[in-house]
């Protein structure tokens, strides 16, 4: 601040002085103007980085109430993410922000990270999968049963692709040689031949 008074008073300076003053002052009018055009830049670079991605996404919007599902890390592997849910949409924070109850907890989320999730009609007995996260339903595909296809059928179970019961796992084709049960888990007791 000396200098600027000094310098704007136009003291009695000695001509050195004066011309460390003026260095100064030029250098901070310099380093104003390329902090101006550092931000013009970052301004240009953010639209034309909008205008090429926009296009190829869907802007989603939700409202506080409707459940989502959340891309998270799993539990077995942080660096494999799965749509987990529902949870319920507390607050939009911002255009893309929003305030996610996770039950016991409330995070913020990007939209990317979110999906909308719709309630399945799936019928009774629970072996239907939902087609993704649109909520539809459709039935366990082959070598899967149980709520939400989850269980896998018995490698034992005779026929291709291992087929079984949608609801609860029998195998509808018999057993492999050397197997029994209504899964096909229990091995054959076999006779210990005599010697």
């Not at 009695?12 to 550092?38: E, M």
Request: proline share 5%; glycine share 8%.
């Amino acid at each position: 601040m000396q200098i600027l008074s000094d310098v704007f008073l136009n003291k009695n300076l000695s001509r050195d002085t004066s011309f460390q003053y003026q260095y100064v002052i030029d250098l901070h009018n310099r380093i104003r103007k390329g902090w101006q055009i550092a931000q013009e830049s970052v301004r240009d670079s953010a639209s034309e980085t909008r205008l090429r991605h926009e296009p190829k996404s869907r802007l989603k919007h939700f409202m506080p109430g409707d459940e989502v599902l959340v891309l998270l890390p799993t539990s077995d592997n942080k660096l494999v993410l799965s749509y987990r849910g529902p949870y319920t949409v507390v607050e939009k924070r911002t255009g893309v922000v929003y305030l996610v109850d996770l039950g016991d907890r409330r995070c913020t989320f990007h939209v990317n990270l979110l999906r909308k999730y719709k309630r399945s009609t799936c019928p009774s007995p629970p072996s239907y999968d939902l087609g993704g996260v649109d909520g539809s339903c459709s039935e366990c595909s082959d070598g899967r049963y149980g709520s939400g296809c989850s269980q896998t059928c018995s490698v034992n179970c005779a026929g291709q692709g291992n087929p079984c019961d949608h609801v609860d796992g029998r195998c509808t084709q018999g057993c492999d040689p050397g197997y029994q049960g209504s899964k096909c888990e229990q091995s054959e007791k076999k006779p210990i031949s005599s010697l």
